[in-house]
């Protein structure tokens, strides 16, 4: 039996959840493709439902600034509008990292900026979000789509910010 790399990357958030006593019951981790998941919990701060999709193509540049590219397709965005109209707190979560799984970044971005990123027009068939750490920051340069780079969002690296009251 093998463990599909979705579940894997399920299994990390839920770990940290965990280890982090941030969950006050079980996490539930549903299943949608290959290469993303959905994960409902509780905290003392409400209900979160998370939407994880994965890269394993961190591209350097010279500086040694590592980027990752999420594409999305219809079927993704229309279950991320689906989950956005429940009552729940919606982060997209983004997770880099190379082949060899030994050097990883995790973003989270609000549903409402991701999917203004991303855009809802028809003129853009791709439709995908750029993750972008830069070498010495802390925060991590999120665009894509709809967004140039130059005005890109800065997402915290350390997202317990999103747990807190």
Not at 35 to 44: A, G, H, P, R, Y
Not at 67 to 85: G, H, N, P, V, W
């Amino acid at each position: 039996m093998s463990i599909k790399l979705s579940d894997y990357f399920g299994g990390v958030i839920i770990s940290y959840l965990l280890n982090n006593k941030i969950v006050k019951s079980a996490p539930v981790l549903c299943d949608e493709s290959e290469n993303s998941k959905s994960l409902f919990f509780i905290t003392d701060n409400g209900e979160y439902n998370l939407y994880i999709k994965y890269s394993r193509k961190f591209n350097r540049n010279k500086k040694n600034d590592r980027k990752c590219t999420f594409q999305f397709t219809d079927d993704e965005l229309a279950k991320i509008k689906r989950y956005k109209s429940e009552k729940n707190k919606l982060y997209i979560a983004l997770i880099c990292t190379d082949k060899n799984l030994t050097q990883t970044e995790v973003a989270f971005i609000p549903v409402n900026e991701a999917l203004n990123i991303l855009g809802s027009d028809n003129i853009n068939a791709k439709k995908q979000i750029y993750v972008k750490h830069s070498k010495g920051k802390h925060d991590l340069s999120i665009w894509g789509t709809m967004l140039d780079e130059k005005k890109s969002l800065k997402i915290k690296k350390d997202f317990n910010w999103i747990f807190k009251k």
